[in-house]
């Protein structure tokens, strides 16, 4: 680590930098940064004891702030990536670390910010690219499910997740008096989240955005009939209020992610209900579902197959038939038109050409 001149010492007295703040630890910066915002949902409060640990058992964690180098900030992410750390996850770490930091030169703690680099030219971006279904993959990929007699029962689940970009934990809250019939209106404004710790727990939306009414089509509104009737006798569940779910699975609890990905979401909840932590789970519907479709199919599904590549093929459906991206942006709850705006096919000359004389018609 550097050791400071008494040229250096002046330089830091005479820019009103502070000799004692600069010294505390990142991980003392990073408890501070936090504590200053405490106001935060409980996935992100067990995102943050996450970084926490790995802060704790990594050298960086130790170092006082005004001697961590942007080559000691670049070490760090290589040393997560060799420990085998997802560079999703190290992404939005380093975004927290580099908030972290800025506040501390805001704090007059210190004059630059370690993080301040492109992730992607330390290590390399191996995320697997999200790729929605072709309209052929679509047809096809329905057809397959209505017809396998493993999967057919999950055959409305799919009609409407394709037929409203629904998040799968938004899809799994829907109560009997969310869906609006006599106006054929999918009212969203919860979801229902289950965590290995704690359980079943009712989630309101991140943003405002989230809050938002989707049009059923005929498919979706036909869907819906079928799963209402049969949700109807099962058993009463009730999750912080909320009760008679529509999606349930074959031990009569409410259906969460895990059943359709198979894998638990990292969070907690205060308030979860007293249900069985361990209900019955279906080991990754979707992959399942994708390696008996692949298996019978030349042409594959996309690689990364999840409820999400659902919601990303409505969107690109809608994006691709001309929606306005402001109303696309309020059916799939973004809260940055720049999220909805991604899913717009590359526009060119003759595209565009063709949208004005459209519109001009």
């Known amino acids: 680590m550097r050791h400071k001149t008494d040229g250096t010492i002046q330089k830091d007295l005479d820019d009103g930098i502070d000799t004692i703040g600069k010294k505390m630890t990142v991980c003392q910066l990073y408890a501070k940064q936090i504590r200053h915002r405490g106001n935060v949902r409980y996935n992100t409060k067990n995102g943050r004891k996450r970084l926490m640990k790995l802060l704790e058992e990594d050298k960086l964690g130790g170092c006082p702030i005004d001697s961590v180098k942007l080559s000691d900030a670049k070490e760090w992410a290589i040393r997560m990536k060799e420990k085998g750390i997802s560079y999703k996850t190290i992404s939005n770490d380093k975004r927290s670390l580099k908030a972290a930091f800025y506040t501390a030169i805001q704090d007059d703690c210190i004059r630059k910010n370690?993080?301040?680099?492109?992730?992607?030219?330390?290590?390399?971006?191996?995320?697997?690219?999200?790729?929605?279904?072709?309209?052929?993959?679509?047809?096809?990929?329905?057809?397959?499910?209505?017809?396998?007699?493993?999967?057919?029962?999950?055959?409305?689940?799919?009609?409407?997740?394709?037929?409203?970009?629904?998040?799968?934990s938004e899809l799994c809250g829907l109560t009997d008096t969310d869906i609006d019939f006599e106006n054929r209106i999918i009212n969203v404004d919860h979801q229902l989240l289950r965590s290995a710790e704690t359980g079943y727990y009712i989630e309101t939306p991140k943003t405002k955005s989230g809050i938002r009414q989707i049009p059923m089509s005929e498919k979706v509104y036909e869907a819906f009939n079928r799963v209402l009737k049969r949700s109807r006798g099962a058993k009463a569940v009730t999750i912080d209020g909320y009760s008679n779910f529509l999606f349930l699975n074959r031990d009569g609890y409410p259906k969460t992610a895990t059943n359709y990905d198979g894998m638990f979401r990292p969070s907690g909840s205060?308030?979860?209900?007293?249900?069985?932590?361990?209900?019955?789970?279906?080991?990754?519907?979707?992959?399942?579902?994708?390696?008996?479709?692949?298996?019978?199919?030349?042409?594959?599904?996309?690689?990364?197959?999840?409820?999400?590549?659902?919601?990303?093929?409505?969107?690109?459906n809608m994006a691709n038939a001309g929606m306005n991206p402001k109303a696309l942006q309020y059916i799939m709850g973004h809260s940055n038109i720049t999220m909805t705006l991604n899913y717009y096919a590359h526009a060119t000359f003759d595209s565009a050409k063709a949208e004005m004389l459209r519109i001009a018609a």
């Open 114 to 168: 370690p993080f301040d680099f492109q992730l992607n030219t330390v290590i390399e971006d191996d995320t697997e690219p999200k790729v929605p279904l072709t309209p052929a993959q679509e047809e096809s990929f329905l057809s397959f499910a209505q017809n396998d007699k493993v999967y057919q029962k999950y055959y409305d689940e799919l009609i409407i997740l394709l037929g409203t970009g629904l998040r799968i």
């Open 270 to 316: 205060r308030h979860a209900a007293e249900l069985p932590k361990t209900a019955t789970n279906h080991d990754g519907m979707f992959r399942g579902l994708a390696k008996k479709y692949n298996k019978y199919h030349e042409e594959a599904l996309p690689k990364v197959m999840t409820p999400h590549t659902l919601r990303h093929t409505f969107c690109a």
